[in-house]
């Protein structure tokens, strides 16, 4: 299942079609520095070693990397190119650009109120950790999880973190070393499930309607094809856009991206390689175009966004440690460039296991998730049935994601084998995140940790 494949970052050593090599090399290690040493809080040496020299088949050795511990930014200069990328709280990292640093450094966002959590109340609803759940195995889970942290010879596994949540507590969790239940970790795709969710939020609240023509200013001529696509076509990559010699590719543009001042205005700029609605082609420049659309919608402005994302969504449900970067115009990429705690990303599944509810209240509506998990009729490369965001486990145009597990089964998946499992059924979240450079390995080797995982639990 190669279903996290990409076409550029990995192979930067060679020449691949259509990249620019020494921009998006540059751009790529200033922000994965900056974002995981300031965010995260990692070591120079375990970011090279676990991210950058895998990532650029140790192209990046060849690199100029300058970290600014006071002025919390990252300088890199790769053959003609030199990027810089500053650290900003509660924003992450942003390349700076057209706009100058000093203004992106000007930049306020408004407070958000936090209750924090107790630390002698377990999870999910306080700080502390793990809760005992009669029946469950715990030995075997480690057993099981051990596996997924073993370096292997053919490919590198780097997990960070393996969660268990079962009957709503929090039963097994494991880090590697210098991660810890709080450390924010990247989502990659797996956060244009957030995007999906966000948009439903939207819709429930009369601010969207995912079905009608998305209101994108690039396309706003009447004949201009493109003024047809809907925001469910962009969520559920149908829109058509792309190229017909990259449409069987995963995720063709996406390292490009990191060079310019504006993405989702980037991919507004490609044309149709099929009518909306028509083709499936996996693409996270859809997805920024939706997180574009979403913001707009609540204002315009990075502010307005991160308001009402982390009031109206993740503060709701105990989550304080998510952040997304936005690009040097001002817009937020939630669909590739999101940050969270692996305990919060369990949270996160927790909403979606209850269908939206949350101690009581609705924070989304269940029809909404009903939608995300209705797979959309068009075939993929993958041969996986895909929603609304998010893979369904049914087997409408594809097989099961998960064989062995229920066909009310979710999955929010990222680059890398970021994964957010979900199960109702058995009332079950598993997270894993890392920095896997054989994605198609560490899909198997999730499969087994499930495999494996099943009979520890009294289901």
Not at 202 to 230: K, M
Not at 249 to 257: G, N
Not at 293 to 318: A, C, D, P, T, V
């Amino acid at each position: 299942m190669k279903l996290l494949k990409i076409s550029c970052i990995c192979a930067l050593s060679v020449s691949v079609t259509g990249c620019k090599i020494a921009d998006t090399m540059a751009a790529y290690a200033a922000t994965t520095m900056c974002t995981k040493v300031f965010l995260s809080g990692l070591s120079e040496k375990h970011i090279m070693d676990t991210d950058l020299i895998p990532a650029s088949k140790g192209a990046v050795k060849a690199a100029l990397i300058n970290v600014d511990y006071q002025d919390e930014s990252v300088q890199v200069r790769f053959l003609d190119s030199t990027k810089k990328a500053i650290y900003r709280e509660n924003l992450g990292c942003t390349l700076t650009g057209g706009v100058s640093e000093e203004t992106l450094r000007a930049q306020k966002l408004p407070d958000v109120d936090f209750t924090e959590l107790s630390p002698s109340v377990s999870w999910p609803y306080g700080s502390a950790g793990v809760s005992p759940v009669n029946g469950v195995n715990v030995e075997a889970i480690d057993d099981a999880a051990n596996v997924l942290f073993e370096e292997k010879s053919h490919y590198d596994i780097n997990t960070s973190s393996v969660l268990v949540a079962y009957q709503g507590k929090l039963v097994y969790e494991k880090y590697a070393e210098e991660y810890d239940p709080l450390t924010p970790v990247a989502l990659f795709s797996a956060s244009k499930t957030v995007t999906a969710v966000l948009s439903g939020m939207l819709q429930d609240d009369g601010l969207l309607d995912v079905y009608q023509a998305a209101d994108v200013e690039e396309w706003s001529n009447a004949n201009d094809p493109r003024s047809a696509i809907t925001p469910y076509q962009l969520m559920t990559m149908t829109s058509g856009l792309g190229s017909e010699k990259t449409n069987q590719q995963i995720d063709p543009d996406v390292f490009d991206f990191l060079t310019v001042d504006d993405m989702a205005h980037a991919f507004t700029q490609k044309g149709l390689y099929a009518q909306p609605g028509t083709a499936w082609h996996y693409n996270t420049g859809n997805t920024l175009i939706q997180t574009r659309l979403i913001q707009e919608k609540l204002g315009g402005n990075l502010g307005n966004l991160y308001e009402y994302m982390q009031s109206r969504l993740f503060y709701k449900i105990q989550a304080k440690t998510a952040v997304v970067q936005p690009d040097n115009s001002g817009n937020m990429g939630i669909g590739a460039f999101m940050f969270m705690s692996p305990r919060d990303m369990a949270r996160f599944g927790l909403l979606l296991e209850n269908y939206g509810a949350w101690r009581g209240e609705q924070i989304i509506s269940s029809q909404w998730l009903e939608t995300m998990l209705d797979a959309v009729e068009q075939p993929n490369p993958w041969n996986r049935d895909y929603g609304v965001g998010i893979f369904p486990n049914t087997q409408k145009v594809g097989e099961a994601f998960w064989p062995m597990l229920p066909s009310d089964t979710m999955s929010a998946l990222g680059l890398r084998g970021q994964l957010i499992i979900i199960v109702p059924s058995m009332d079950l979240v598993i997270v894993r995140t890392g920095d896997a450079h054989d994605e198609q390995e560490i899909l198997v080797d999730i499969g087994r940790f499930i495999h494996d995982l099943l009979p520890a639990l009294p289901l």
